[in-house]
């Protein structure tokens, strides 16, 4: 099979959260939704790690009451992201992004769907490489969900505060009592075609060769 890498150099780097740019308005498929966890499906995954779960929420009180939870734990961790931002202990970045981080908040049951990423088993008081190798199964299915809607011209937006009130979350969703919920992604299809790559550090800052802060030559 031949890959077409100008559309693959294209979807990877533009898979953007989107906020803002979501169509409220424009329902999405269930089907469309399917098909995108089929894909997901595929990604690589330990062979001890299958019993990832896609729960996705489209009625309007069930949205409501994800949003509501979510808002219960947003708002404060803002007010928490502002405050350090403007007595300069905090990052300036995230600070500037507060608004737009809570109109999500605010208008995150007017979203089409919900949809959690979840996993089989609890992972409370287990060792580092336990935990790595539980979400090594989730997050790349997660994150190839979104590649997936990305193709679909759906967009998409990762976030966890909604766990701060898992429990809650869980029951709303009779999410049984031994599944750790991952992240929480809000779907729609997305307006204009536009998306760019977003503006990161060099590569080269961020790799290591053979021993930490050994940014040369691998073969140096």
Not at 21 to 42: G, K, L, S, Y
Not at 75 to 82: E, K, S
Not at 89 to 110: I, P
Not at 192 to 214: C, E, K, L, Q, S
Request: hydrophobic residues 40%.
């Amino acid at each position: 099979m031949t890959i077409d890498i100008a559309a693959a150099d294209k979807l990877l780097p533009t898979t953007r959260g989107v906020r803002k740019r979501m169509d409220f308005t424009r329902p999405v498929e269930p089907a469309v939704i399917t098909q995108c966890v089929e894909v997901a499906m595929q990604a690589p995954y330990g062979t001890q790690n299958w019993g990832i779960h896609f729960i996705g929420a489209t009625k309007p009180d069930v949205k409501m009451q994800i949003a509501e939870l979510y808002r219960k734990a947003c708002h404060p961790y803002l007010d928490g992201l502002a405050a350090k931002a403007g007595d300069g202990r905090g990052d300036k970045q995230k600070g500037k992004g507060v608004g737009l981080y809570r109109w999500q908040a605010d208008t995150l049951h007017d979203m089409p769907a919900l949809v959690i990423v979840a996993m089989e088993g609890r992972l409370e008081e287990q060792p580092v490489a336990a935990m790595a190798g539980k979400f090594g199964g989730a997050l790349p299915m997660a994150w190839s969900f979104m590649l997936a809607l990305r193709a679909h011209g759906l967009g998409s937006c990762w976030t966890t505060l909604h766990i701060y009130e898992e429990a809650a979350v869980a029951q709303a969703l009779g999410i049984p009592d031994n599944v750790t919920q991952t992240v929480l992604l809000p779907v729609a299809y997305y307006t204009g075609d536009d998306f760019r790559p977003a503006t990161r550090p060099p590569a080269g800052d961020y790799i290591h060769w053979n021993r930490w802060g050994d940014h040369g030559s691998p073969s140096g």
